[in-house]
DNA sequence: CTCCGTTGCTAATACGTATTGGCTTGGGAG
DNA sequence: CTCCCAAGCCAATACGTATTAGCAACGGAG
């Protein structure tokens, strides 16, 4: 009773061009014109395109990718490279809408995505990549790229393989198309609401090792402000003893690189007693995934992920297609949630 | 200042075998085999291998994929195709532990993951996938095909095409391999814990148009049991007076077929002002998704998703290995949530 | 009539790799 | 010496597609 499906040939591998050329009595050129069709140079008559077509139909034909890419087609294929792992919870969290933007781009673009699958420990760029690059039209990338694989990833731009980087990273001697939030003015914004509200000594805090957008954060940090004071230390660095100390000496308002020191700027608070926003507020400078059920909303930026993922997309369409693309800034937008309050300065 | 890197050759296109058997003074013939080794059939001398790697350093050769693929090798990619949209966060949360499974097993096992975007809105087997499915070594599929994908699937697995269902699906005429969780027993102990706590009067309850493993799940119901009552309704349906009707009919535990009924269910006893497990009993059948904090933890089966994705991925490289890959059947846990309490007959 | 341009097609080639069937060289057995 | 075998290498070919060059037929302009 199982019968083979219809339309399926005897011939056990799938059919080719060569296969239909010879049902439809024409050359194998003229299939491949069919298909493709764009190439103005040669007209079919009409009555041969309909034998062309109607073969590829008899036959189930579909063109093979691998040879189409050999010749120097498109493969319609998007590699996604995370110098993260992407799926652990912990990071799911923060990629997905930049995947989920990519996807909803990439189905738009009829593209599929090439998901590398990290080795086991190291998250490097491997060594073999270029291999396995060269069967997409392009690679995105997404995390935090050691000075290694900055090389690295400038000798695959330099090579002309089209790349997109998501967020922005420099690379030596190369010019890489990134996809970027607007930190600055974002935080600039965010600190002059401080201002506005009455605050007058602000602390920036973030980890050691600021890549570059950390470094646009403290730029339009600075911007606002007459005296900007910033520091740089490790999450558990910051203990009671630290947080007395910066009220002690003045400060009223934090304003935090991400939402792992948020949640330990208020977890300490707390175990001190300290009440926000009454005794000073805060704000994160991240995207905050806060959500956790029962906290209250965090102030801060809300970074247009999504958004960045469907841009990223659309600049390596462009660089696919020859066309120079050029980095893309995504505005910030600011959420006003329920720590920030009210400075000593603020007008009745 | 923007030196070129090192190790990048002048030519504008990647190095080729040619290229790299020219500088070693050897025949490509001699490059591939130094690459891939594996045939006995021709030794290389020690100094002849050693001065063709050494040209694939200096030049920074790099296999290309497509040429690889196009004379029948593999391309280490697996395909992972989804009936239904992957990102959106209502179904991520159920499709991430499988994603996460796979992305596991795929990275131990050296293969990169092709996710297969879906067309504009029906989440369709697109009609020119054959096309993109040529790139890789084989597809995983998920999710809930129609009767039309059904075939089209057959078709695709009648080609030789190697394909692993995650979740146990029937194709017509054609022998799919699929990773199926142990809905059958699982259920069946769920039953007779039930039985054990004192129910007599159980009532199963799922949504109309049940697949395989709602079948599974009936089927344990009615093994465990004298007379299995079965119920298929719209989670409209499920309101007030039909709750009421099923108390009064004498029914003391519920089994649901997934967590949207069970959170409808426990909504409206809620409203009617029933408790549970006082008033009755009920467990999900599926994977409870519950979480939402505060939540009692419902009582019902665990779905080793994550294991399921990584033993999907095992299925396939045997298929691909040309061995054939049997369905694997995996053992489902039951959790005992805050949902099952005592029943009319229970011994004291 | 010749010349030329257009239409509609074919033959040939290139892409980069893996594999098959030789071809040479050297050495041991007879 | 001849014969044979093994080691070590190379030339040729195939994979399926896109593209370029070119060929035959035809019709209109001159």
Redesign the interface.
């Known amino acids: ?5 219809p ?2 040939q005897a011939s ?1 591998n ?1 059919p080719t061009q060569k296969q239909v050329a010879e049902r439809a009595g024409v050359s194998q050129t003229i299939v491949s014109q069919v298909l493709n069709g764009q190439t103005d140079q040669a007209r079919i008559h009409p009555e041969t395109r309909a034998r062309v077509l109607q073969a590829i139909r008899d036959l ?1 034909y ?9 010749v120097g087609g498109r ?3 998007v590699g996604v490279f995370t110098y993260e792992a ?4 912990s990071t ?1 969290d923060f990629y ?1 809408p930049f ?2 933007g990519i ?2 781009e ?3 673009s009829g ?10 420990g190291g998250r490097r760029l491997p060594r ?5 690059l ?2 997409t039209d392009g690679t995105l990338l997404l995390g935090r790229p050691s000075d290694q694989d900055r ?1 690295e990833l ?2 695959l731009v ?3 393989h089209p790349a997109v980087f998501i967020g922005r990273r420099t690379v030596p ?2 010019d890489l198309t990134c996809v970027q939030a607007d930190y600055a003015s974002a935080t600039a914004k965010l600190t002059r609401r401080f201002l506005a509200r009455g605050h007058r000594e602000l602390l920036y805090v973030g980890p050691p090792g600021p890549d570059e957008s950390a470094l646009d954060r403290e730029r339009g940090f600075a911007q606002a402000l007459d005296l900007a004071r910033v520091e740089r230390l490790e999450p558990g660095h910051l203990d009671h003893a630290w947080l007395r100390g910066a009220l002690e000496g003045g400060i009223t308002a934090f304003l935090l690189e991400n939402d792992a020191l948020m949640r330990r700027l208020l977890e300490v608070a707390r175990e001190a007693g300290y009440t926000v926003p009454a005794d000073f507020s805060a704000a994160v400078l991240g995207d905050a995934i806060s959500g ?3 906290d209250p909303t965090w102030s801060g930026l809300h970074v247009p992920r999504r958004e960045m993922g469907r841009g990223a997309v659309q600049a390596l369409r462009l660089l696919v297609a020859g066309e120079p693309a050029a980095s893309t800034v995504f505005p910030c937008e600011i959420v006003v949630g329920a720590t920030i309050g009210r400075g000593p300065a603020e007008a009745r």
């Open positions: 009773m199982t019968r083979p499906p339309r399926q056990r799938p189930g579909v063109p093979n990718a691998a040879a189409r890419r050999l493969s319609s294929l992407v799926f652990p919870s799911r997905a995947l989920e996807e909803e990439a189905a738009r593209l599929d995505l090439l998901l590398y699958t990290g080795g086991r073999d990549l270029g291999a396995r060269s069967l090389r400038a000798a330099h090579s002309g001697g190369a956790e059920a029962g």
